[in-house]
């Protein structure tokens, strides 16, 4: 009779402990629906962006010209500094040849800002059709140039957003250059790619940066900017 009782009772503290409290499981399945509720909505909010990445080169609306040495010689007389504002004709630098013993004037093809391109300074020694030079328009306005290939063109269309980071300013430093696309070639190139021009829009720098027609950098184009909620449901029914 005793160990009955003892069974009973023992059943009974089981029952007990195993028990979950009613309100723990009301509030627990408020808590799990207001989490799922929480993440449904910031889903609808959060984007989440298809992009197609490729390298990105600078060209210039402007023609820059070369200043070549056209014979081997010596830097006599330096007349100018770099960056400076320079007139078409004006005198840039005298060089003096070896042999014979004569002296000729480097001159710039047109207006425009001055680049240095060798070591010019006196006595500096200049090769024959050697680029001393490089005269760049005053207002020089640079584009982005993108090589698509023919399985992404068609994702690809004017007005989408541009995302540039420069290889030689650290996007974390001097945030992205932001940009659109402003033209797709019809057809491609020998080589089967595709141009994109891409306009240029400094807006998204921290700081001001200096471009050039060397400059590359790494493009992101955004082709569709949707929700994390339309991906998810887009993923789900395609697995259907």
Known sequence: MEIQETERHTEDMQEIITKVPSWILRWGIMLFFGILLMVAAISVFVRYPDTIKSSLKFESSGITMPVVSAVPGIVANLWVKQGAIVKKGQALATIEMNSPNTKYTLAAPQDGKLGFVAIVQHGAFLKANQIVFAIHPVREQFFGIMEMPSSQINKIKIGQ????????????????????????????????????????????????????????????????????????????????
């Open 161 to 240: 957003q541009v995302l540039i980071s420069l290889r030689n300013y650290p996007a974390d430093e001097y945030g992205e250059l932001k940009g659109s696309v402003d033209y797709i070639a019809d057809e491609p190139t020998n080589n089967g790619l595709f141009i994109i021009k891409v306009n240029l829009n400094n807006a998204g720098s921290k700081y001001p940066v200096i471009l050039k027609s060397w400059t590359m950098g790494d493009a992101e184009i955004i082709t569709q900017n949707v929700s994390l909620q339309s991906r998810i449901f887009k993923s789900v029914f395609k697995g259907l």
